[in-house]
């Protein structure tokens, strides 16, 4: 079955860096486009970034173009997410997703179109 884990959140200040890496297993890694998003207290989740297995092509929300970049290692499976220049409104609970094409990352109401999510991880700017 699809498994999806997450890890690297944490605790840092303003302007700082953190690296955020989803490790995925149980499924074809090239089958489903790759989605990180978050979501912060009393607000929707929304998607932060996409990435494409097949041909490697990337997207993210207005919010953290130029800041974040995400990359993938098809040796290990694994999709990361290097977050850079935080800051305290990118405090949220970040998941990755599988299993709809890329183009739904960004839609309104994520969570009823994506089928496996990862536990999340926690990151707080402050």
């Known amino acids: 079955h699809v498994q999806l884990v997450e890890s690297g959140g944490g605790l840092v200040q303003p302007g700082g860096s953190l690296r955020l890496s989803c490790a995925a297993s149980?499924?074809?890694?090239?089958?489903?486009?790759m989605g990180w998003f978050r979501q912060a207290p009393g607000k929707e989740r929304e998607g932060v970034a996409r990435?494409?297995?097949?041909?490697?092509?990337?997207a993210y929300a207005d919010s953290v173009k130029g800041r974040f970049t995400i990359s993938q290692d098809l040796g290990k499976n694994t999709v990361v997410l290097q977050m850079n220049s935080l800051k305290p409104e990118d405090t949220a609970m970040y998941y990755c997703?599988?299993?709809?094409?890329?183009?739904?990352?960004?839609?309104?109401?994520?969570?009823?179109?994506?089928?496996?999510w990862g536990q999340g991880t926690q990151v707080t700017v402050s």
């Open positions: 990435i494409s297995p097949a041909d490697g092509t990337t």
């Open positions: 997703a599988v299993d709809q094409p890329c183009s739904y990352v960004f839609v309104a109401n994520p969570s009823t179109a994506f089928g496996h």
């Open positions: 149980g499924y074809p890694y090239s089958s489903y486009c």
